[in-house]
Every structure is written in structure tokens, then in C-alpha cells.
């Protein structure tokens, strides 16, 4: 029996008058390759950001490890080991993606607070950056500025990053977003290739990774969560055919995605 | 007492219609523009002048006041400031500083930089007692007038804003600039509509003040923490904001150069510091607007 | 992938590039060749210094600030006092300026760590406002509008004293500048410090990758605080005086646009604006004494239009269609 990495219970957020999240109850299972998926708007994103610690939930519980993180810092959470990606590339545009990976390295190392070292002189940083960079196929443009990296270099910087943090729960929000499909392969890859004992939560719109990816899927609509299941679940599941594609459609997505 | 709280409100409106147009044009362009008090100084010196070289009476500077600010800022705007509503808050500080040096300097090079006297019309100075004692109430006339007039506008502004359509529009485009534009809504016009009002109101501001906050050519300089205080502290996203910010800057302020004259403008600041960080995105403020 | 070649990149960045030691040589050669100028130099010196304090701040983390004097006159104030009263010593009073504009800088930079920029700019602008009308209302310590007169100080390590011509201030000044601007250097290319441009370029990431961007901000704020100090308590030391206009807005308005001219972000751009800055300011003052203010704030009009970064290449002043 796999036990449960991460845990969202009874999760709310409210803005206003809008209630972002309602009640979303989540378990990430050790190993899990678990994908959540929904409309545009069902507040997937907004999930993520409550997860890490970028908003604060109205109310619900967050649980890493066990331990409480509801009111924990989002860098305190990241130290534990809980990672993510953005949707929209956070990037650091005046740095080099070998600087990002190093100085991000750096302090996930515990040497990113020295201040009398020039970044570079520790050897454990600097191997580890280029398994990076040569992992994610960055090499050849480690010293470009990364405002002038073309789109797609800058999504594997964006998931190159999230790795340089030895992550042990991922979540990752929509990574091909917008990349193109000749590229699209490199990241499909890498995300394949992650550790088994790694957790990763993925968002996605593309149904076809998400099946080919997944092991279990939370379907959220309206900032609720609908259902959860496996991905044959899902895919038989009618009410999941509704909010995708309204009633009257007779698309099976499980054919589509083992086509 | 009763005196220091009717004069700190006095202070306070005076405050909020020359802070006004800083708060509407921080949230609506983003652009923090910190020469607002030059437009002010502008509305001050025009009806000095007026007055003394031209014996224009008080009452008609006023809309003048008024007038020649807002055109000054309708043209700026559209030359000078437009390029810059994107760049980085850095860029929009150092223009606007640098617009603020170049008055300063020219008022000071064309006027001289003594203190300018103010002549107010004979019904204007005076000033009513109330009640005796410990609640005793001093109402200066010309105090009077200012709260009047400071309220007025401030009715009148609340109206516009919530019964006409330039207001809604002035609304959409405060909430969210692209989806305005994308629903018709000039946001050109009303950037420039805006940017002049504000300053016309600034200018109406200096030339009221001119008697209560004295008017010299470091006016702009002097007063622009004042005006950012209620920016700051009021929030930009809805009137009465400003307006509770001003209030009690002015309150706090008079009150505390009377009961602790020893340390005067250090209370305001360190209040103003605390606020900030208690709560970074002002007392009043809606939302999350960094 | 032994590391070797990232290391080297990265090392790369970090060297010592050769015109630099050149740079510093002249520097320090100038009261000797120049003895006239030394009181310039001397200035250049200290200005140069209260700007690489404003880059770790602004170029390095991002925060625009309008009350950096606040330090730079804490310091000064600190020094003097210090000379005044215990003892005349020159470093025993910078240590001391030192110290006093650190623990200032501690207590200030609790206000920057969170807020939009207008709040860090209010907040800035308010700790400098505080500390003018602190000096002036105390008067009794402070001298208050007159200024803290008659700051004699001893022999800089007891053996050089301060000379007429200004030459041993000059060096003196230039010293600590070399000495503040080696460890600032260092720190800059540190984790430390690279994660300091992060936060600059991202918040957001920078906290989703791990750091802890409060108290770094508040390190670096700390820091810079403590340099800008040390260039306070230089000005009162070699000047004999400490007047309340090292509070002043205009100090905080000079500074900024000092590091602006130069080029946030490289160290460097503190010290070559201070030159420029300086020089600039002493040939328009005596053509225009009073009004200097109004052709610095046209300057600082036209440099935003025409975009900072294109200020050093004047091919492209005119050319259209350039996104700023």
C-alpha cells in the first residue's frame, strides 16, 4: 500500500466574491503519476498556487510528509522538496541558463548563501549543472542570456530549473503549453524519465499525454473537484464527456489516446 | 480641540483634491508620477500672479487655477508621459523627478523663490467662535471655505464616477486596461481625459493652499511625500480611500505639530511607515495591486 | 562531464578584466599628479562609494529607493560625533559610522521586504525624512540647521595627518572606496549575490526555487547601508562638518541618477557616474550656480525618453521603431 506524499483536505479560496477553489480534497500517493485535469478557468492553476504556498487557502489543510504546511513559506516548502513549474515561463531574464542552474543548484546544495565565493568554485555545483544542461539539450546556449533563448530552449530552462531543485513532489503546469510539436518531444522525455520515487502532479490540456503519462486523473470544474479515478474511469466516466465536449458527443478519448 | 480636528479636516481636503489626480493616474496607468505637486504649484503661482499683477479677483483665479494646470497636463501627456506608461517604475521616478527639478528651478528663475502672499477677499478672512471652553470651536473662514469647496468636488466626482458613462469607462480601464480596450473603450482619451482633470485638480489644490501650506518654488518637493502618503496609504482603486488617507494625515499632522511641536513631521512619517508595513497595499485598497 | 567546462564559464565571469587594475592605478595616481584637484578627488571618492552602495540595493535586487541619504547622512552624523566627542581617530570614527549605518539599515530594511514599489519608495523616501527632521530638531546634538561644526581629525593610523591640500583625504577616501569596492565585488559574484539578481528578475521564481527573499533583500539592504555609511562618515571626516543636507532629498535624488548615468547592475556604474557626475557638476556650476538644478532635471528628462540603455551609444538616439 503506497502511502500519500502530499495531501490537500477540504481546500476553499475565495477572492471577493469568487470562490476560486471549493473544497478540493487531493492525495498524492508516493510514485504517483497523477494528472489533474479540467476546462480553461476550473482553477487548476489557482490549486497549484495554494499547494506552494503562493496564496493563502481560506480555509483546508495541506499536509507534506505528513507534516502541516498550510501557513509554511513557499521557499520553506520547496526546501522539503515540494517543486513546480509555471505555466507562463518564470524565467531570470538577464541571466544565463548556466548561471540560473547554478546559483538554483547552489541552494538546493546548502552553499547558496556564501557570499565570499565567487558562484562557480564549488565542483558538486558545477557537475550537476552540466548533466543539466546537457540533459535538456541547453549546452550550446548555457551563456545566452536567457531573454534571447528561443521559446522552446526557455520551457526546458523552465523544467530544467524545477529539476535543479531535487524535487521529490513535482508539479507541473501544462509544460508543453505552447511549445512547438517538433519540440515537444525533448520535454515529453524528460518528464517520462523522472525517478519512480519522484511524485509528480501534472496539469495538462494535451489528452494525450495525459493518458499516455497518467496513472490516476482528478477532474476539477469550477474550482470543484468533479471526480478521481483512473484513467479507464475517466475516460467511460459521461460527466467528464460533458464539461469537455457537452452531452450528444460520442468521442471516446481512451480510443484517441491509444490510437 | 475641537479647533485642531476642524483644521486637520481642513488640511485633510485640502490634501485629498491635490492628491486625487496622483491616486487616479498610479491606478489607472500605473505610472508613478511623482511632478504632480509642479502641477499644483503651477495652479498656485497662476493665481498669485493673476492677483497681484493683474488684479484678477480670487474667486475667478480659482477656475483659472484650474484651467491652465489641466491644459499643461493634457499636452504633457500626450508628448512626454504616453511613451512612457510601460517602462519600469524606475524610468517613470527619475522623469518625473527630473520634470519636478526643471520647474522648480524655472519658477524660481521667473518669480524668485520668496514665499508668495496671498490677498484674500475681505468676507474670506475672519472667523467664527463656537461654544467656550475646553470644546471651544475657532472656524476660520477661509477654512470653512476650503472644506466646502473640497467637499463639493468630492460629491460631485463620487457622481460622476458612479452615474456617468465617462465613468464607468474611467472605471474599466482603472480594473483592467486590455479587456477596456477591448471592449470599445478609447483608453487613450480617457488616460488624457484623466491625466488633465488631475492635474487641473492638483492646480485648484495649490491655488486654495497657497495661503494654508504657503506657496514657494520648493512646493512640489516639500509636499510630494504628503501626496504619496495618501496614494500609499489611501490605495488607488476607489475614491474614499484617498479621501479617509487624507483625512487622517491631516488630522494627524496638525494635531501633532500642535500637541508635540518638538518632533512635528516625525509623527506623520513613522505613522505613514508603520501603516506600510502593516498592511503594503494600503489601508483601503481592494485588491492585490503591486 | 566533469563540471570543467561550466566552471570555467562561470570563473570567466569573475575575473579581474584588465583595463580595472589600470582604472585604479590612475585613481590612486591622480592627487599625485593633480595635487590641485585632490578635494575633487577626494569627492569623486566618496560620491563614488554612496553609489556602489545604491547598486547592491537597486541594481542588484531591484529596489528603487529615495532614501538612501538616510545612511549616507547616519554615518556622517555618526563620524562626526564620534570625532567630536570620544576621539579624533579616522578609522576608530568610520568603524564607528559603519556600525551605526548597519544597525540603521537592519532596523529599515523590515519596510522594504514586501510591498509594491510605490510602498518601497514611500517607505525609503519616509526612513530619510524622519532621520532630516530628527537633525534638525535636535539641535543640541546635531547642531541642527547650522550644521555640526569643528570636526578635527587625528592622523589617518596615527602617522598621516590630514594636509591642506586635501591629498591624504584624497587616498584616504580612495582606500576605503578600493577596500568596500574588492568586498562588494566578491559578495556580488557570489550564490549570494547572483541570487540577489534573481530576486531582482523574478520574485516569484527566485521564492519557488528556494530562496528565502525577505531576509536576503534585508541582508543586502543591510549591507548597502553599511557601505553607504562608511562614505557618510568619509565626507564628514574629510570635510571637517556635517550639515543636515546629507539627509536631504536632493542627496538621494543625485545618487540615484549617479548610478542610473553609469549603468545599475555592474559595480562600475557607480564610479564612472560619480566621475562624470561630479565633473559635470562642477563645470555647470560656474557657469549657472543657481540654476543647476533645472539642466540636471533636464537631463534626467531626456535620458528616460530616450532610454537608459542607449544613453552610452548615441547612434541610437534617433533611430525609430527601437523598443525602448
Not at chain 2, 138 to 150: D, N
Not at chain 3, 271 to 295: N, R
Request: glycine fraction near 10%; hydrophobic fraction near 55%; aromatic fraction near 10%.
Amino acid at each position: 500500500m503506497s502511502d500519500i506524499v502530499l495531501s490537500a483536505q477540504g481546500l476553499v479560496k475565495r477572492f471577493g466574491g469568487i470562490t476560486a477553489t471549493s473544497n478540493v480534497t487531493l492525495d498524492l500517493q508516493r510514485g504517483a503519476r497523477h494528472a489533474l485535469i479540467g476546462p480553461n478557468g476550473a482553477g487548476k492553476t489557482t490549486l497549484i498556487n495554494l499547494l506552494t504556498g503562493v496564496l493563502d487557502p481560506t480555509e483546508g489543510r495541506i499536509t507534506l510528509e505528513g507534516r502541516d504546511i498550510t501557513r509554511m513559506a513557499p521557499h520553506r516548502r520547496v526546501r522539503m522538496g515540494l517543486v513546480r513549474t509555471f505555466q507562463i515561463n518564470q524565467l531570470f531574464p538577464s541571466m544565463t541558463p548556466l548561471q540560473t542552474l547554478a546559483f538554483v543548484t547552489s541552494q538546493q546544495r546548502g552553499v547558496g548563501a556564501r557570499f565570499w565565493q565567487a558562484l562557480g568554485r564549488d565542483r558538486g555545483v558545477t557537475e550537476r549543472c552540466e548533466q543539466l544542461l546537457e540533459q535538456f539539450r541547453l549546452s550550446e546556449v548555457m551563456d545566452q542570456r536567457t531573454e534571447h533563448l528561443a521559446y522552446g530552449k526557455r520551457r526546458l530552462l523552465e523544467i530544467a530549473i524545477a529539476l535543479a531543485c531535487e524535487p521529490r513532489v513535482l508539479l507541473l503546469d501544462e509544460p508543453v503549453a505552447g511549445v512547438p510539436a517538433g519540440e515537444r518531444e525533448e520535454i515529453l522525455q524528460t518528464v517520462a524519465a523522472l525517478p519512480a520515487d519522484v511524485s509528480v502532479l501534472l496539469i495538462e490540456h494535451d489528452m494525450d499525454l495525459v493518458f499516455s503519462f497518467a496513472n490516476r486523473m482528478t477532474v476539477l470544474v469550477n474550482g470543484a473537484v468533479l471526480t478521481e479515478g483512473t484513467p479507464e474511469e475517466i475516460a467511460a466516466d459521461h460527466r467528464v464527456r460533458e464539461v469537455y465536449l457537452g452531452t450528444g458527443e460520442s468521442h471516446r478519448p481512451a480510443e484517441v489516446a491509444h490510437a | 480641540m475641537l479647533t485642531i480636528l476642524f483644521d486637520g479636516i481642513a488640511y485633510g481636503m485640502l490634501l485629498f483634491i491635490l492628491a486625487l489626480g496622483l491616486a487616479v493616474t498610479m491606478g489607472l496607468m500605473n505610472f508613478i508620477n511623482l511632478a504632480h505637486g509642479a502641477f499644483a504649484m503651477a495652479g498656485g503661482y497662476v493665481t498669485v500672479l493673476l492677483m497681484q499683477r493683474a488684479d484678477v479677483p480670487f474667486l475667478v483665479c480659482l477656475p483659472i487655477a484650474f484651467i491652465v494646470p489641466a491644459l499643461l497636463g493634457a499636452v504633457l501627456e500626450r508628448t512626454l508621459y504616453r511613451p512612457l506608461y510601460n517602462k519600469p517604475h524606475l524610468d517613470q521616478v527619475l522623469f518625473s523627478i527630473g520634470l519636478t527639478f526643471m520647474a522648480v528651478a524655472a519658477v524660481d528663475y521667473f518669480v524668485g523663490s520668496t514665499q508668495q502672499i496671498i490677498q484674500l477677499p475681505e468676507w474670506l478672512r475672519g472667523r467664527t467662535e463656537l461654544a467656550a471652553g475646553d470644546w471651544r470651536l475657532g472656524m476660520g473662514h477661509y477654512r470653512l471655505f476650503i472644506i466646502a469647496v473640497c467637499a463639493a468636488l468630492t460629491v460631485a466626482l463620487q457622481y460622476v464616477l458612479s452615474h456617468t458613462r465617462f465613468g464607468s469607462r474611467l472605471r474599466a480601464a482603472v480594473d483592467d486596461q486590455r479587456v477596456a480596450a477591448g471592449l470599445g473603450i478609447n483608453v487613450n482619451v480617457v488616460f488624457l481625459a484623466t491625466f488633465a482633470f488631475g492635474s487641473g485638480l492638483a492646480g485648484l489644490g495649490g491655488a486654495l493652499g497657497a495661503e494654508v501650506l504657503g506657496l514657494d518654488p520648493t512646493f512640489p518637493l516639500k509636499f510630494m511625500i504628503y501626496f504619496l502618503i495618501v496614494v500609499a496609504v489611501g490605495g488607488t482603486s476607489s475614491i474614499t480611500g484617498p479621501l479617509l488617507a487624507a483625512l487622517l494625515l491631516g488630522i494627524a499632522d496638525v494635531a501633532g505639530k500642535y500637541y508635540i511641536p518638538k518632533l512635528g513631521a516625525f509623527i506623520v512619517y513613522t505613522l505613514m511607515i508603520a501603516i506600510l508595513i502593516w498592511r503594503p497595499q494600503g489601508l483601503f485598497s481592494r485588491g492585490a495591486k503591486a | 562531464m566533469s563540471g570543467e567546462r561550466a566552471q570555467a564559464a562561470l570563473l570567466r565571469a569573475a575575473r579581474w578584466k584588465p583595463w580595472e587594475p589600470v582604472l585604479w592605478l590612475l585613481a590612486f595616481a591622480s592627487p599625485l599628479l593633480l595635487s590641485q584637484y585632490s578635494a575633487i578627488v577626494n569627492e569623486i571618492a566618496i560620491v563614488a562609494l554612496f553609489a556602489v552602495s545604491l547598486d547592491l540595493v537597486l541594481g542588484y535586487t531591484g529596489i528603487v529607493s529615495l532614501g538612501h541619504a538616510a545612511f549616507f547622512g547616519f554615518g556622517a552624523y555618526s563620524a562626526a560625533l564620534f570625532a567630536k566627542h570620544v576621539m579624533p581617530d579616522p578609522l576608530a570614527g568610520l568603524a564607528v559610522g559603519i556600525v551605526a549605518a548597519t544597525v540603521l539599515g537592519a532596523v529599515a530594511s523590515l519596510t522594504v521586504q514586501r510591498g509594491s514599489d510605490l510602498t518601497r519608495l514611500m517607505v525609503t523616501l519616509g526612513v530619510a525624512l524622519i532621520l532630516l527632521e530628527l537633525a534638525n530638531k535636535l539641535d543640541w546634538l546635531t547642531g541642527g540647521a547650522d550644521g555640526l561644526q569643528g570636526v578635527i581629525m587625528g592622523p589617518v593610523l596615527g602617522r598621516f595627518e590630514f594636509d591642506l591640500m586635501g591629498r591624504t583625504a584624497a587616498w584616504y577616501s580612495l582606500s576605503v572606496l578600493l577596500l568596500c569596492f574588492l568586498l562588494v565585488r566578491r559578495f556580488a559574484r557570489s550564490p549570494f549575490g547572483v541570487s540577489l539578481e534573481a530576486i531582482r528578475d523574478n520574485r516569484l521564481r527566485a521564492m519557488a526555487v528556494g530562496i528565502p527573499v525577505g531576509s536576503r533583500v534585508a541582508i543586502a539592504y543591510t549591507v548597502a547601508a553599511a557601505l553607504a555609511g562608511a562614505a557618510g562618515a568619509l565626507l564628514a571626516q574629510t570635510t571637517g562638518f556635517a550639515s543636515l543636507d546629507v539627509f536631504e532629498f536632493h542627496r538621494s535624488a543625485d545618487v540615484l541618477l549617479i548610478l542610473v548615468v553609469g549603468g545599475t547592475g555592474w559595480l562600475y556604474g557607480g564610479v564612472l557616474g560619480a566621475i562624470v557626475f561630479k565633473l559635470m557638476q562642477d563645470f555647470l556650476s560656474a557657469i549657472t550656480p543657481q540654476y543647476w538644478t533645472f539642466w540636471l532635471g533636464l537631463f534626467l528628462v531626456v535620458l528616460v525618453l530616450v532610454g537608459r540603455d542607449r544613453l552610452l551609444k548615441p547612434w541610437t538616439w534617433f533611430r525609430r521603431g527601437r523598443a525602448a
